[in-house]
């Protein structure tokens, strides 16, 4: 009996080894504490395209869960739902996923306040909220996240001021709080882009400017000694002082026109964001089609896995059927927007659409959004091009 218990122990010992760290995330009756945070979220959010389907809340293992990316060790890194027409709000447990580097929620229509237990993710580099309806104030949480990157919650209805805590972060390369309504004054953030247009209550760096100086001064009353000024005086005083202000009252109405004009042309250039105007006129001639993110998504069902055709360092490459019956192969490229994303971009488009060779495939199309770069390629039936150069 003490023979066949010893063999029981040393089985239970082997088991612990084999899961390794993976089982930090296991509770004592064998819940997995990752499954439950991502269910959680599942809950609070409405998926009318049903890409959380196979979020299952019986499984022990969430790596192979649509949309979801793991480490080597099986923790979850990565939360990537972008442009997914996505509702409801974003849930407090997510701050319970403490190995996420990435999570990227980008264009879709999350409400409610952005949860402040996310300034427990320690490892996140990337937080892309931008595009949704998220309001409430920037959680002060965010600046505990020292090896945050890429900060992005442009165009949402956030209010208040932007939170000191932000000044902590060393390691930041881009923070865009663009087209919300925030408030006050700005602190010193080091951050190689820092972009707040089109919040119209910002005040300035809190070195250098305050928010009085974005409004006139109040007129004060003189004191009584000087009550006894002549008439001529006083009447010129007046004269000035109507002068003065309908001249400060014209310029700000020229002031606010002009931002409104330039905000609106602002917005229309949205769709090619941070690609430079020599790009822009590069892409958009010639005999390259230009298909809309729409498009390609109903053409490879939701860039669903089932039409995965091949992974490479810079995105997913999916079987597409566009609508008039033409196979396609769509390579969605993978952070486009962090360190090289955009010059993979710009190379792979400038490079392969000019080149004409038997071998070769011809790049036929592309798509660019602010938050999107995909490459439309002929699908090729037989086999990758590997193979058909060997053959």
């Known amino acids: 009996m003490e023979i066949k218990n010893l063999m ?52 022990v293992d969430p790596c192979s869960w649509r949309m979801v990316t793991c480490t080597a060790d099986g923790y979850v890194s990565a939360l990537g739902l972008p442009s997914q027409s996505l509702s409801g709000t974003l849930s407090t447990s997510i701050g319970n996923l403490s190995y996420l580097q990435s999570v990227l929620l980008q264009n879709n229509a999350i409400s409610g306040s952005i949860p402040a237990t996310i300034g427990k993710l320690e490892k996140l580099v990337t937080l892309d909220l931008s595009n949704n309806t998220f309001s409430g104030e920037i959680p002060a949480s965010l600046g505990d996240l020292t090896n945050l990157n890429y900060l992005r919650l442009n165009n949402n209805s956030l209010t208040g001021a932007c939170p000191d805590s932000l000044s902590k972060i060393g390691g930041l390369t881009l923070v865009d709080l663009s087209y919300n309504n925030l408030s006050g004054s700005l602190p010193k953030i080091s951050a190689r882009t820092f972009k707040v247009v089109g919040n119209p209550l910002i005040c300035g760096p809190k070195a250098s400017n305050n928010c009085s100086a974005f409004f006139p001064e109040p007129l004060s009353l003189p004191p009584d000694g000087l009550k006894a000024q002549s008439d001529s005086g006083s009447k010129g005083h007046h004269v000035a002082v109507a002068f003065g202000a309908s001249f400060g009252a014209a310029f700000f109405i020229i ?15 949205q769709i090619f964001f941070d690609v430079n105007e020599q790009y822009v006129l590069e892409v958009c001639l010639g005999h390259l089609k230009r298909y809309t993110f729409k498009e390609l998504r109903a053409a490879t069902d939701h860039f669903n896995s089932k039409n995965i055709l091949g992974r490479g360092g810079f995105g997913i490459v999916y079987k597409g059927l566009l609508s008039d019956g033409t196979l396609v192969a769509v390579k969605r490229l993978k952070d486009y927007n962090i360190a090289g994303g955009e010059i993979q971009f710009q190379t792979e488009v400038e490079t392969i659409s000019l080149a004409v060779h038997r071998n070769l495939l011809r790049l036929s199309g592309f798509c660019t959004t602010e938050n999107e770069r995909l490459l439309v390629y002929p699908y090729m039936p037989n086999g990758s091009v590997a193979s058909r150069l060997r053959g």
Do not use: C
Request: charged fraction near 15%; hydrophobic fraction near 50%.
């Open 8 to 59: 029981l122990f040393r089985l239970g010992l082997l088991i612990l080894a084999l899961n390794g760290v993976s089982s930090a995330t296991l509770s004592p009756t064998g819940i997995n504490y990752e499954v439950v945070a991502l269910m959680a979220i599942k809950s609070n959010l409405h998926d009318p395209y049903n890409v959380l389907e196979n979020w299952d809340s019986n499984s």
């Open 255 to 269: 002031l606010f026109l002009g931002l409104l004009v330039w905000w609106r042309y602002r917005r229309n250039q």
